[in-house]
């Protein structure tokens, strides 16, 4: 059974903060890591993507992970109200091509 | 360059009808998967094509068919319809073991 949590939210945070989000996963096989935004009535947007261990960083935005504690986290700096949307971590498998696997989402709330 | 492009962005139809959505994908992209959102249940995989063969499945009845032609466009198509098919059908497209984008997504409710 290949599972990917998330922590559970939502989370609120407050304009300029940093929000952290977290995402794990059970099986070792996983290869490729990604971060999608959501807004409400939307489709899911690729905001960022992690293959090697350690942080990678665009913008406000910084993914890390740690394949021996099968860990992935998104933290976004200076948050903004506009970031106020379900962020959904996904993780694909050598394996199987295209297929992802996503946790349940985590919903983030900036506040002015 | 163009996106994801899903047709219809929206449907109504009627319980025992059945529906065709289609997915045209990013130009060069040969992988195109498919995904079920609703608010209970996330994101549910349905299935994925490459190369025109379905290469995953997900736990989804045989209601739910799709195929991929030779310009990797897919299409999707749920028989029978039932109200819990109401859903975002959502389609993604990527390379092999690439990041994978999304389409706009169709949204079809059952009445």
């Known amino acids: 059974q290949k599972e990917v949590e998330q922590n559970s939210g939502p989370l609120s945070v407050p304009e300029g903060a940093i929000a952290s989000l977290n995402c794990t996963y059970s099986?070792?096989?996983?290869?490729?890591f990604f971060w999608y935004r959501q807004y409400s009535g939307k489709s899911p947007e690729l905001i960022m993507f992690?293959?090697?261990?350690g942080d990678k960083e665009d913008g406000r935005f910084t993914a890390q992970l740690n394949k021996a504690s099968q860990y992935v986290s998104l933290l976004i700096r200076d948050s903004q109200p506009s970031d106020s949307a379900t962020y959904l971590c996904?993780?694909?498998?050598?394996?199987?091509?295209?297929?992802?696997?996503f946790g349940r989402g985590t919903q983030l709330t900036v506040w002015p | 360059k163009a996106g994801v492009t899903q047709t219809p962005r929206y449907l109504i139809k009627t319980r025992g009808q059945q529906v065709t959505l289609s997915c045209s994908p990013i130009?060069?992209?040969?992988?195109v998967s498919w995904y079920q959102q609703t608010p209970g249940q996330g994101l549910q995989f349905l299935f994925e094509?490459?190369?025109?063969?379905?290469?995953n499945k997900g736990n989804f009845p045989g209601r739910f068919s799709g195929r991929q032609f030779s310009n990797s466009r897919s299409e999707m198509n749920v028989s029978t319809l039932e109200l819990g098919d109401s859903a975002l059908y959502l389609c993604?497209?990527?390379?092999?073991?690439?990041?994978?984008?999304f389409g706009q997504g169709t949204r079809l409710t059952v009445v």
């Open positions: 094509y490459f190369s025109e063969t379905q290469r």
């Open positions: 099986d070792r096989g996983s290869q490729s």
């Open positions: 130009s060069g992209h040969r992988s």
């Open positions: 992690i293959y090697s261990n």
């Open positions: 996904a993780v694909k498998m050598s394996s199987t091509l295209g297929r992802l696997y």
């Open positions: 993604a497209s990527s390379r092999a073991n690439t990041e994978a984008f």
